[in-house]
């Protein structure tokens, strides 16, 4: 829910899907591919760390900015995820302003950005 407020009012179209599994079926269904994804580590059926790895592997899917979002705080997890193709990490609890600042990192909402 907060990350939907957060992206919402940087302008960004909100759809959702429960787990990766989902979340590869419904952006295989979409005529666009979005720009961003946030994605949990710990999902059912497909965790973040498997989505971010077959979304790497499906070309269609290989432009979109990865951000994994999760309560999963240890470097070698951090690490397993950069490598297997997030292009950032946030560790919950986090702050507006500190989703914002890794949005604005990743070159998808201006520097300096307010919610």
Same mark, same amino acid.
């Given at each position: 829910?907060?990350? $939907? ?17 989902? =979340?590869? @079926?419904?952006?295989? +269904?979409?005529?666009?591919?979005? =720009?961003?994804?946030?994605? @949990? ?6 965790? +973040?760390?498997?989505?971010? %790895?077959?979304? $790497?592997?499906? %070309? ?23 490598? %297997? ?15 914002? @600042?890794?949005?604005?990192?990743? +070159?998808?909402?201006?520097?300096? =950005?307010?919610?």
């Amino acid at each position: 829910m907060i990350l $939907r407020r957060i992206v919402g009012q940087l302008g960004f179209e909100v759809v959702e899907a429960e787990d990766g599994r989902a =979340a590869l @079926d419904l952006l295989g +269904g979409m005529a666009e591919v979005p =720009a961003l994804a946030l994605v @949990d580590w710990n999902m059912p059926n497909m965790n +973040g760390l498997e989505f971010v %790895a077959a979304a $790497r592997e499906d %070309a269609r899917l290989r432009e979109i900015t990865l951000v994994m979002v999760t309560t999963e705080s240890e470097q070698s997890q951090i690490v397993r995820a950069l490598a %297997a193709g997030a292009h950032e990490y946030v560790i919950k609890p986090f702050t507006s302003e500190a989703m914002i @600042d890794k949005l604005a990192l990743l +070159g998808l909402v201006p520097t300096g =950005a307010n919610t």
